[in-house]
C-alpha cells in the first residue's frame, strides 16, 4: 500500500466552493483501480490549508493509472484553479513497527 499525501493550499475566499467541488471530484477518484481511499482534512491553525491522503495499493496506480484517466483530466478541472501554490505530491511506504 502507497500513501498519497498533498498539502493544498486554497485561494482566500474559496474554501467552501472548494469543499464542495472535492466532493464531486471524490467519486471520480475513488472510481478507479488500485484506490483504496482518501481522506481530506482541514488545518484547524492556518485557513486555507488543507491535507489530502489518499491510499493505493500501488505506486502505479496512482502516477500511472490515474493521472493517464479521463477522470484525472476532470479532477484537474474541479479542482485545480483553487490551488496556490500548486501542490507537492509526497508518496510514502508504511514501515513495519
Known amino acids: 500500500m502507497i500513501l498519497e499525501a498533498v498539502i493544498l493550499h486554497v ?3 474559496l474554501e467552501s466552493d472548494f469543499e464542495a467541488s ?8 475513488s472510481s478507479i483501480n488500485g484506490y483504496l481511499s482518501h481522506e481530506l482534512h482541514k488545518c484547524i491553525e492556518v485557513k486555507g ?3 489530502l491522503l489518499v491510499k493505493w495499493e500501488n505506486l502505479e496506480a496512482h502516477t500511472v493509472v490515474f493521472r493517464g484517466s479521463a477522470e484525472f483530466q476532470e479532477w ?3 479542482l485545480h484553479h483553487f490551488y ?4 507537492i505530491v509526497e508518496h510514502f511506504e508504511e514501515i513495519e513497527i
Open 11 to 13: 485561494k482566500p475566499g
Open 49 to 51: 490549508k488543507y491535507l
Open 76 to 78: 484537474k478541472k474541479l
Open 22 to 29: 472535492f466532493k464531486k471530484a471524490s467519486s471520480l477518484i
Open 84 to 87: 496556490d501554490p500548486s501542490p
